[in-house]
């Protein structure tokens, strides 16, 4: 428990971090693409939600729509968010790798590796295959639970699966950032996060409450970046 809350307090001292002296100026490119596609499954989710959630609740369970509802929202609200997301990392990834590399500087004052041109293209061929390799995981767990999502009744346990589902892969996103500009691959990451699995899920819970408030969503992927980067410096570099 003690680790789990560390992991939360990892994440919310990211909305300290972004702002440090050096790091302001690195947060501008990963914030704006996060408002466009949030703003984007916002609008969509208004838009959708009446018609998916007809589509959804068979009529024999309308004397339970009360209760069934409101999970079904939940749960389309977790996949639409989380899905915008997934995007808005692969597009983002390598101006996440440099905000989490001056982020980690600002920790512990080492200066953060030089990115010439050469280097800088490098890096988004490595991130984005990074994203890519992590994509590839959420779907194979992807598939069985959309698949319980949409089976009555037994849908009913959709948001607890799906909350424990996006606050894990939330932790696997954004640690991939401070260990990959280490070098380390996917498979690593997934050890990294096994090692520290509570503190990785504390991590990913704030993260993923984040992405479900509007407004604060914006906000959620540069936040994260800095609290991984954060997790990864005091929880203990990997080997």
């Known amino acids: 428990m003690v680790s789990y809350i560390k992991g939360l307090f990892d994440a919310l001292s990211g909305f ?4 440090l002296s050096g790091v302001k100026r690195y947060l501008v490119i990963p914030l704006v693409i996060n408002i466009a596609l949030f703003a984007g499954a916002v609008t969509l989710l208004s838009q959708q939600m009446d ?4 589509k959804l609740l068979p009529d024999w369970l309308g004397f339970l729509e009360w209760i069934i509802w409101p999970l079904f929202a939940i749960t389309i609200a977790l996949v639409i968010f989380y899905s915008f997301t997934i995007v808005a990392n692969i597009i983002a990834a390598p101006f996440n ?19 010439n041109q050469d280097k800088f293209w490098k890096m988004v061929l490595r991130t984005v295959a990074s994203e890519i390799r992590k994509l590839l995981y959420f779907i194979k767990w992807l598939i069985p639970l959309a698949i319980v999502t949409v089976i009555p009744v037994v849908n009913v346990v959709a948001p607890f699966l799906w909350f424990l ?3 894990w892969s939330f ?12 070098g380390k691959l996917f498979d690593d990451i997934r050890e990294y996060n096994r090692n520290h699995r509570m503190r990785s899920l504390g991590l990913g819970t704030v993260v993923f409450v984040m992405t479900s408030i509007p407004f604060l969503n914006f906000f959620a992927m540069p936040v994260a970046v ?10 203990g570099k990997p080997s």
């Not at 018609?51 to 007809?54: L, T």
């Not at 790798?97 to 990115?115: F, N, R, V, Y």
């Open 16 to 19: 300290r971090l972004i702002f």
């Open 51 to 54: 018609a998916w959630m007809q």
């Open 97 to 115: 790798s440099l905000l989490s590399s001056h982020i980690e500087a600002s920790l512990t004052g080492e200066k953060p590796q030089d990115m």
């Open 165 to 167: 589902y996006a606050a």
């Open 171 to 182: 932790s696997l996103e954004y640690t991939d950032y401070p260990l990959g500009n280490r």
């Open 226 to 235: 800095a609290g991984a980067t954060r997790l990864v410096v005091k929880a």
